[in-house]
């Protein structure tokens, strides 16, 4: 069965951090592009970060938004078919349920999507 599995949210603190994994099966995670999305109260569900795929063994081209750059890091574990996304300095405003997706295009459009997994983070 293909499917991805987030895992790691929770409740931090301002300027804390928080690792969220997102743990593929039925497919390699370094066949696809895999982007992390969150969905912040209120508001519509956006696309924060995006690894690309590679053939190399090492970590594709990443991107990030605006609203994270610098605080957040996307990697890979082929190994462990994961993909991470690190969040450091996090902020009230980054309390979202965060998702993973994966596409075999690039990073867009993506086929395959995770339940989400909350992150709540107190003032």
């Known amino acids: 069965e293909v499917q991805l599995v987030e895992s790691g949210g929770g409740l931090v603190q301002t300027g804390g951090s928080l690792t969220l994994s997102c743990a593929a099966s039925?497919?390699?995670?370094?066949?696809?592009?895999i982007g992390w999305f969150r969905q912040r109260p209120g508001k519509e569900r956006e696309g924060i970060s995006c690894m690309m795929m590679s053939s190399d063994g090492r970590d594709g081209a990443s991107y990030y938004d605006d609203s994270v750059q610098g605080r957040f890091t996307i990697s890979r574990d082929n190994a462990k078919n994961t993909v991470y996304l690190r969040m450091n300095s996090l902020k009230p405003e980054d309390t979202a349920v965060y998702y993973c997706?994966?596409?075999?295009?690039?990073?867009?459009?993506?086929?395959?999507w995770g339940q989400g997994t909350q992150v709540t983070v107190s003032s």
């Open positions: 997706a994966a596409s075999p295009h690039g990073c867009y459009p993506y086929d395959i």
């Open positions: 039925g497919f390699r995670v370094d066949d696809y592009a």
